[in-house]
């Protein structure tokens, strides 16, 4: 997704499509029904179904935890593997450059009310309800407003009383060539995907049956992963031993070998 290209400047996009439509606008003042509750104050960098991405990975936060690894997140699943979870702490969500997919892109996000949405005009006592549930394309987003059309009408709601919600949105996949030209990934960068990927892909009984060949398999696997990534291949080996050495200290410490364990008396 590029979502600066979309809303890089909202005020002026909204005032260009409000004026393209400025006869066909009705104006929202109030929305009776559904009735909206405020939303609750930030604990945390994601709310709840929240639409995050890091990089052209794109997933959902499906868990938000009272621990220090306080987010938890789905990712879609990638050509030829499954999706998975994975949780996160402050530090590594700052890492791994994981941020909200913003929830309406002007031109990109299609929605609807929910059914039975009842609203007050402007300059008019009139109100209008959508007895089934209405589709809707965001056709403008600033600050304070957005505007909205149906199949024969434009709505602009303030955005604090918006009652609508998305279902679908075209998402820009940026092409190699922009990916490369991005910020190399630092040592912690990488190191912290070593870690994930390490964490995901070795088993709890790994001591039993490692080889040098598995350990290049799962280095060759992550590095195809982030093939997509720019970063120095000395930072990258640096960072795979680094997560490759803890990850067989965690092993040898939580679960030993062949039920042995680091401090057991035999």
């Known amino acids: 997704m590029n979502p600066n290209k979309s809303i890089i400047n909202p005020h002026k996009t909204f005032l260009e499509s409000a004026s393209q439509h400025s006869s066909q606008i009705q104006e929202v003042v109030a929305v009776i029904f559904p ?7 930030e604990e945390h960098p994601f709310k709840l179904n929240d639409i995050v991405k890091t990089g052209n990975q794109y997933g959902t936060v499906t868990s938000l935890n009272k621990t220090e690894k306080i987010v938890t997140i789905t990712w879609d699943a990638s050509w030829g593997e499954d999706s998975f979870s994975w949780t996160y702490n402050l530090d590594e ?3 791994l450059k994981i941020s909200q997919v ?6 990109n996000t299609a929605g609807e009310l929910p059914a039975c949405t009842t609203i007050v005009l402007a300059n008019s006592d009139e109100q209008i309800q959508f007895s089934n549930a209405t589709p809707f394309k965001v056709e403008s987003l600033s600050e304070h407003d957005i505007l909205i059309s149906t199949l024969d009408q ?6 604090n009383l918006f009652p609508g919600y998305p279902t679908s949105c075209t998402i820009d996949i940026p092409v190699p060539q922009q990916l490369k030209a991005a910020r190399s990934l630092s040592v912690n960068e990488l190191r912290i995907r070593a870690k994930t ?6 088993p709890d009984n ?6 040098p060949l598995q350990k290049q398999q799962l280095k060759e696997k992550l590095a195809r992963q982030l093939s997509e990534e720019n970063y120095e291949i000395l930072d990258f080996n640096i960072a795979w031993e680094e997560a490759w050495k ?12 062949y039920g042995f364990r680091e401090g057991y008396c035999i």
């Open 246 to 257: 803890q990850q067989l200290e965690n092993l040898t410490k939580k679960q030993g070998f």
């Open 206 to 211: 790994f001591l039993e049956f490692a080889m």
């Open 102 to 107: 913003p929830q309406f892109i002007p031109k």
């Open 154 to 159: 434009f709505y602009l709601f303030p955005i």
């Open 35 to 41: 009735f909206l509750i405020p939303a609750p104050a």
């Open 93 to 95: 969500i700052r890492a």
């Open 197 to 202: 990927h390490l964490a995901l892909e070795v």
